[in-house]
């Protein structure tokens, strides 16, 4: 038996049949997972931390086991804990998901110890080629094209800053076993680059627990192009075509689509061989992805990831193929269903992430309870991969994706506009989202064009972060009408406000009622009149016949001056949110009955934006300091945010050490103004 032989012989014993199936993730994949093993007959076991004890994945599953607090170290990452509730519960084999322990090692080792399936690699593949050092040094050797830089061994600051300076900036810095732009730093010049591999060593020890560095050149004006292979235990190896993920900020994904509108055919069937190259060069089994990186000429290996990709549906939407299903096929040690020549590219696909963040605040997180969700039926090619749902609580201790939105359709411009319409009828409150920067995004001309790169998001977004229009007639209508949709639905459900209808009848003739809305930019007053005859908005001294009504299609109907307009209104206490064909807006509807106590923000003060951990004091007590000046970095949500002093002067106190975990508005530094 040769050697090749003899490796898919080991790998086959991994893999069996089974009936219960645990997955040892959380949120979409989770839920993602959970749907296809219960399609294919298998029972399903969720894990959970305390902090997500009433998460979807949980209700979904058919047993749930709680691994303990909400710190991922302590629940999702602690293997020992996984590996007892599959044996609590009889769970033959384990899906990973993405994420958390999907790429790791010893896991893969410690399931095969135990004698459970691992769905995906072996540990000796993800070592291979879940390094990207690792992963470099074998692809260099199976001759596939690579960026130029170093993935040595030797890791103190004189060896890489003599890497760089040898490759010329600028460089990138970046975590050995990274993935999802944690660990990463672009460096322009040798001045930066010491801080930046602190920084980046940093957060990828918190997020992987290795903090091993390469150094690579930076690609200029680059397009992010990926290729999905899968693996199977009897020597059978295909690509599913590619995906573009150019479309990042700080070097995280948003957009992506397959295939790649960037690609020839010919380059098509080129960058596919080469990953099928590389994956071969460790006769890989399972779901996995190539990555590339090319700069409009030349494409250029960068690394493997070892697992499924949050993009995987417009793969499946181009090709017919549940990766999942193969997945789990592959883990039952069968072989898979199609061979290359059977594999066919059927029309595009594209997918947005929809995060709890708000973009018009330097991407923040936004925690809380999610108290509306209202998606879109999916039809006309639109699916989405959820992990949230209404009354579900985002959590600060995890990812902030709470879904995606996919679209499907036999071109390009007629699949973003599918995806814009979907993402146009999505509203989820009492959380903020980056849905409106997301359909910013996709309707961008250039972005219609494909005339982009990966630092595209950032040159333009102040565009695609615009300020809130002013209020038109349409959007005073729908948040009247708002307002008349609450007090009817706590008033009961048989109960209609007598300005409800076109006409109303009163003994005592027309009445008034008066409506004032408030915007950063000032005041908007609107009274509306019922009683005999039609009910009339007066808005800026113009008379507009009104009516409104819930909507059968869900929202409101309202009916403006003869027309009417299907719209999304939502009362939170005095809180107004409408979304019009205008866009979305939010903003206050001053209650004549109600009290305006509203809390002023201080700007003046240092405070933790949300809960997270302190990872780093940038200043001493005493030192002197001017407007702007980093004075530490909090980790929030798996991101690191630097806190700035709000004005010049001394540091008086720091109010916290490193380690501390605080919560949202807690001062953790006091600075003395310079007199």
């Known amino acids: 038996m040769n050697a090749k032989a003899a490796t898919k012989s080991a790998a086959s014993a991994l893999y069996r049949r089974f009936g219960t199936l645990l997955i040892a993730n959380r949120g979409e994949i989770a839920c993602r997972v959970i749907r296809t093993a219960r399609a294919m007959g298998l029972r399903t076991v969720a894990v959970y931390s305390e902090a997500d004890a009433d998460a979807l994945h949980v209700a979904m599953a058919d047993d749930a086991v709680l691994l303990g607090p909400a710190r991922a170290r302590d629940s ?22 993405y994420g958390f322990l999907s790429e790791n090692a010893d896991f893969a080792r410690r399931c095969a110890e135990a004698g459970i399936v691992f769905v995906g690699p072996t540990a000796e593949m993800m070592e291979a080629m879940g390094s990207k050092s690792g992963s470099k040094a074998l692809m260099e050797k199976a001759g596939v094209p690579l960026v130029p830089g170093y993935h040595g061994e030797a890791q103190d600051e004189k060896t890489l800053a003599d890497a760089a300076k040898k490759i ?10 990274g993935g999802g732009g944690r660990g990463m730093r672009i460096v322009r010049g040798a001045d930066e680059l010491a801080a930046a591999i602190v920084s980046a060593k940093r957060e990828a020890l918190a997020a992987f627990g290795d903090d091993r560095m390469l150094i690579e050149k930076f690609v200029q004006n680059p397009r992010h192009i990926e290729v999905q292979i899968v693996g199977d235990s009897h020597g059978n190896l295909v690509s599913l075509f590619e995906r573009e993920c150019t479309l990042q900020r700080r070097h995280q994904k948003v957009i992506e689509e397959a295939p790649s509108p960037t690609l020839s055919p010919e380059q098509r069937e080129a ?33 493997m990831n070892t697992r499924l990709q949050v993009e995987h549906p417009v793969t499946e939407l181009i090709t017919g193929v549940d990766l999942v299903e193969w997945q789990l096929r592959v883990a039952f040690g069968e072989k898979l269903p199609l061979i290359q020549d059977q594999i066919k590219l059927n029309g595009h696909a594209i997918e947005a992430r929809v995060y709890a963040e708000n973009p018009n605040k330097n991407f923040m ?23 949230y749902g209404e009354g579900k609580t985002v959590s600060p201790n995890y990812d902030a994706m709470l879904a995606k939105l996919i679209a499907w359709a036999p071109t390009r411009d007629l699949a973003i506009s599918r995806l814009n319409r979907g993402l146009e009828e999505t509203d989820v409150r009492g959380i903020v989202t980056n849905i409106p920067f997301l359909s910013a995004l996709i309707t961008h001309p250039e972005v219609r064009a494909n005339k982009i790169d990966t630092s595209f998001i950032e040159r333009e977004l102040a565009k695609l972060t615009p300020a809130e229009a002013a209020l038109s007639e349409l959007e005073l209508g729908a ?10 639905i706590a008033a009961g459900a048989d109960v209609k406000s007598p300005w409800r209808a076109a006409a109303g009848w009163t003994a005592v003739g027309a009445r008034k009622r008066s409506f004032v809305f408030r915007q950063a930019d000032g005041e908007r007053k609107v009274s509306l009149r019922y009683g005999n005859g039609p009910s009339v908005l007066s808005i800026d001294g113009r008379d507009l016949t ?22 999304a209104g939502l009362l939170d206490e005095h809180e107004v949110y409408v ?74 106190e720091l109010k916290c050490k490193v380690g501390d975990i605080v919560q949202e508005g807690v001062e953790l530094a006091e600075i003395e103004p310079k007199a």
């Open 579 to 652: 979304r019009t064909r205008n866009g979305r807006f939010e903003f206050h509807w001053v209650d004549p009955f109600g009290t305006e106590d509203e809390e002023q923000a201080g700007a003046d003060r240092v405070v933790a934006p949300l809960p997270g951990t302190v990872v780093a004091l940038l200043v001493e007590e005493g030192t002197s300091v001017e407007k702007g000046a980093a004075i530490l970095t909090l980790e929030v949500m798996k991101m690191e945010q630097t806190l700035r002093a709000p004005f010049a002067g001394i540091v008086k």
């Open 365 to 387: 997180p936004s925690v809380g309870r999610i108290r509306t969700w209202r998606t879109p039926d999916e039809v006309d090619g639109l699916r989405i991969d959820a992990g």
């Open 271 to 303: 960058v596919c061989a080469a990953a099928r190259k590389a994956a071969g060069a460790v006769n890989y089994v399972g779901a996995g992805t190539i990555e590339f990186v090319s700069d409009g000429h030349e494409v250029f290996f960068i690394e």
């Open 479 to 488: 948040a009247v009408a708002a307002i008349l949709r609450s007090e009817d």
């Open 76 to 97: 999702y990452l602690n293997i020992d804990r996984i590996l007892e509730a599959a044996q609590k519960t009889g769970a033959e084999a384990i899906h990973p998901g």
């Open 168 to 177: 010329g900036f600028p460089v990138l810095a970046k975590a050995s076993a």
């Open 546 to 567: 009104f009516a409104s009504s819930a909507s059968a299609r869900g929202g409101l109907d309202v009916v403006l001056d003869g027309v009417k307009h299907h719209v």
